[in-house]
T-cell receptor, first 112, second 115 residues
């Protein structure tokens, strides 16, 4: 099964700046999800975008999906120190068991 | 609503010992999953279950067994632990009965060290 590839592997910004991370994949998907993981904790779902959608918003999060380029981006606007975490994209390639394939993640550090 | 809980939080084993990790969810989810997370590797699916009494292999099933005797519980067993099984193990669940929701909900993780 395919794995999403996040870019960059690590990102360090100042509070108030925007953070953008990308996810690329190789084969068709049913949907793509973004999760956040704080250090030492479990993953928390942030947002899901379906293959027929191009953009979704949730609070300070904006996700885009370009199926022709097989890529997605997650934008966090006006970042806060509390946004410091690892961010993972997860691919749902379809099927009836809702299996997800996770990338290796982007470590975001927001400096106060 | 406790969500997804995992027991124990941390365990140290010697090579060859056995143990069982317990995952419980109170969200009436049909599907449950066990992942392992290693540094630089992301999450990898070990086994999963699409309903009570069913289990299936994921990406890295060797050395592990699972059981889903009750809908709310999913057990992961290591029969003979090896140092390569040192990892953080996460349980997740999804798909409330009657709803086509794909989001997975994760437990807090179990840190396992095999010496």
């Amino acid at each position: 099964s395919q794995q999403g590839e996040e870019d960059p592997q690590a990102l360090s910004i100042q509070e108030g700046e925007n953070a953008t991370m990308n996810c690329s994949y190789k084969t068709s998907i049913n949907n793509l999800q973004w999760y956040r993981q704080n250090s030492g904790r479990g993953l928390v779902h942030l947002i899901l975008i379906r293959s027929n959608e191009r953009e979704k918003h949730s609070g300070r999060l904006r996700v885009t999906l370009d199926t022709s380029k097989k890529s997605s981006s997650l934008l966090i606007t006006a970042s806060r120190a509390a946004d410091t975490a690892s961010y993972f994209c997860a691919l749902d390639s379809g099927g009836s068991n809702y299996k997800l394939t996770f990338g290796k993640g982007t470590l975001l550090t927001v400096n106060p | 609503n406790a969500g997804v809980t995992q027991t124990p939080k941390f365990r140290v084993l010697k090579t060859g010992q056995s143990m069982t990790l317990l995952c419980a969810q109170d969200m009436n989810h049909e599907y449950m999953y066990w992942y392992r997370q290693d540094p630089g590797m992301g999450l990898r699916l070990i086994h999963y279950s699409v309903g009570e009494g069913t289990t299936a292999k994921g990406e890295v099933p060797d050395g592990y067994n699972v059981s889903r005797l009750k809908k709310q519980n999913f057990l992961l067993g290591l029969e003979s632990a090896a140092p390569s099984q040192t990892s953080v193990y996460f349980c997740a669940s999804s798909r409330p009965t009657g709803r086509m929701e794909e989001t997975q909900y994760f437990g807090p993780g179990t840190r396992l060290l095999v010496l």
